[in-house]
């Protein structure tokens, strides 16, 4: 050794960075523990969670559980008929203007789950309760019309005073109606569509828990509403400003969808009493048409009788005719929003709506 050189080290040289690593890697002996930083002195110092240690598992989101339909259904049924039983009953004992207004409508929430339900679940009970439904509706439909008709025309009548004769001829054709339609009311029997409600109401309420079968409920009832839409969107094509009936079928064919998303759970939809209070407001233009065009026929039908008030009424037919032109101008200019309303947004992501949106 040379004075200058360096002195020998008597230790073996360190190994370069990593090589105990890929050591460990290529041998075939498994990987021992990593040591704790500070080891307790025995395991009876060691409480809490880390006495029984346990493997580390990584959790993720777990997938949003689809919204059990038939509970839904069977609790709106229900809510539903329980309305339906005590305006019956008041209309029964207290029969009014207003009573059957309120009877009416309720009996068309009603209905519009039976007639959901004989798309999505067909049944005898479900068709049976539909038909006796309709026809107390159909019962009171003269009665209506004509109380709206008597209503318009009393709030014309300081405008219009020859309407006093059209007045009269209303009142006592409403007197002759009222009559009919409260023996009718009287004899509307419930106990047969109180079994009805009840096995349908046991039906939805069936497998609850059973994912596949609320899957399959829930695409159908989808799939209803999205006919259903299907056909007010058809209905909408096929409007001829010159035919004003094919205004009102839109109306019914709306009406029939509205009712029907109305009977789905805010759940399930995603909409909002904003957004329902839209399709109302929606169907609110067809029915200020239809209910001009009524008006219209009605005087009509009074004039054949009576002849000679054929002048006096043509300024009031006139002015008819300006509200109902500008009552379909106001409709046709938002007509296209229907094509807004389905699917929701919120409805849209789901994939249980996947059947719906080939319906519609």
């Known amino acids: 050794m040379r004075p200058n050189d360096p002195p020998e080290s008597t230790t073996a040289s360190s190994p370069p960075p990593g090589a105990a690593f890929e050591a460990m890697l290529a041998s075939s002996d498994p990987i021992p523990p990593l040591p704790l930083a500070c080891s307790p002195k025995s395991n009876e110092a060691v409480t809490g969670p880390l006495a029984q240690p346990a493997a580390i598992s990584l959790r993720f989101p777990a997938r949003p559980a689809p919204v059990a339909i038939g509970p839904i ?208 407001y929606y169907q609110r233009k067809m029915g200020i048409i239809q209910d001009l065009e009524v008006m219209r026929e009605c005087v009509a039908q009074y004039i054949r009788g009576n002849k000679h008030r054929d002048a006096q009424l043509q300024p009031f037919c006139r002015h008819l005719r300006q509200r109902r032109a500008r009552a379909v101008r106001s409709f046709l200019k938002s007509a296209d929003r229907l094509h807004q309303f389905w699917p929701p947004a919120a409805l849209a992501a789901r994939s249980e709506f996947a059947p719906a949106s080939n319906a519609a």
């Open 73 to 280: 259904l069977a609790a709106a049924l229900d809510n539903r008929w329980k309305t339906y039983r005590e305006h019956l009953r008041h209309c029964q004992e207290h029969f009014s203007e207003e009573a059957v207004h309120q009877l009416r409508v309720v009996t068309r929430r009603l209905m519009a789950l039976p007639a959901l339900l004989s798309t999505a679940a067909p049944g005898a009970a479900v068709e049976k309760a539909r038909r006796l439904l309709k026809r107390h509706l159909v019962a009171l439909g003269d009665l209506r019309d004509a109380q709206v008709q008597r209503l318009f025309i009393e709030q014309k009548a300081v405008r219009f005073p020859e309407l006093v004769w059209l007045r009269g001829w209303l009142q006592r054709r409403e007197r002759r109606l009222v009559a009919t339609a409260a023996d009718n009311v009287r004899c509307f029997k419930t106990r047969k569509l109180e079994r009805w409600i009840a096995d349908m109401t046991d039906a939805l309420a069936m497998n609850a828990r059973n994912v596949r079968v609320q899957r399959q409920l829930t695409s159908a009832v989808l799939q209803a509403a999205g006919q259903a839409f299907a056909e007010a969107v058809e209905r909408r094509r096929a409007i001829d400003v010159a035919d004003l009936r094919t205004i009102h079928q839109t109306r019914v064919a709306f009406k029939r969808f509205r009712y029907t998303v109305e009977s789905l759970s805010p759940g399930l939809t995603g909409l909002n009493r904003r957004q329902l209070r839209a399709l109302a």
